[in-house]
């Protein structure tokens, strides 16, 4: 049991901002959420993850919501080379991904 | 950044043969590696936990006498699959991050093996 919740895809255009949101309505208190990213053939890459604080890397922003029970990947500015799966993964350790958002990104 | 490497990225076999395969991090150590397995069109399912030392903790319904995992070192660990059959085809992959307990580390992921069974 993934125990977050995505929606199956998203699309968006070259360029652009790109909100994929997450639910995990019954995080704990010591649970991470955690953002990770899959091309076809290839492994997962971590992206993000953070706990309370929303937190930025060179990859994109992570909005977490006050309560917790939800958080947003922000992508800046999509291109093409961020078209994968987009899992978000919440727990202390091991990792369980459910089906993440296919994410389409169009020129 | 930190890199774990998977070896090898493809096998093709027949049927009964034991294939294995390596999961290296290459520029840390890690107590603790994950196995997963990923059929086409599916997201990754965890098979087991690859602790350095110590005996593998499996998923439910994850046979341990099919899948051995060895972990003797802090920078490898090692799942076999054994007497492989159609049904085992799938694509491999390990990850390897921070310590246990400790939930803010990262998991950096192998680039996978992709089995194939004859």
């Known amino acids: 049991d993934a125990k977050t919740t995505q929606p199956n895809s998203m699309e968006s255009n070259e360029e652009e901002p790109v909100h994929l949101p997450c639910n995990h309505s019954t995080i704990s208190g010591t649970d991470y959420i955690h953002w990770y990213r899959q091309l076809p053939s290839q492994g997962p890459e971590y992206v993000i993850h953070?706990?309370?604080s929303n937190v930025n890397n060179r990859m994109a922003s992570l909005a977490i919501a006050e309560d917790r029970k939800s958080s947003t990947l922000i992508l800046h500015r999509a291109t093409l080379r961020d078209a994968a799966v987009y899992y978000c993964i919440r727990g202390p350790e091991k990792l369980v991904f459910g089906k993440g958002t296919k994410l389409t990104v169009n020129p | 950044g930190a890199v774990v490497s998977q070896h090898p990225s493809r096998v093709i076999c027949k049927s009964g043969t034991s294939v294995k395969i390596e999961c290296r991090s290459l520029?840390?150590?890690?107590?603790?590696m994950f196995w997963y397995r990923q059929f086409p069109k599916q997201s990754l399912m965890l098979m087991a936990t690859s602790n350095e030392g110590s005996k593998a903790t499996y998923e439910q319904g994850v046979e341990k006498d099919k899948f051995l995992i060895n972990h003797a070192s802090l920078t490898l660990s090692t799942l076999t699959v054994t007497s492989a059959h159609p049904e085992d085809s799938s694509f491999y992959i390990c990850?390897?991050?921070?310590?246990?307990?400790?939930?803010?580390?990262?998991?950096?992921f192998g680039d996978g093996t992709r089995l194939s069974i004859l």
């Open positions: 990850s390897a991050g921070g310590d246990r307990g400790k939930g803010n580390q990262p998991q950096h």
């Open positions: 520029d840390f150590q890690a107590t603790t």
């Open positions: 953070g706990l309370t």
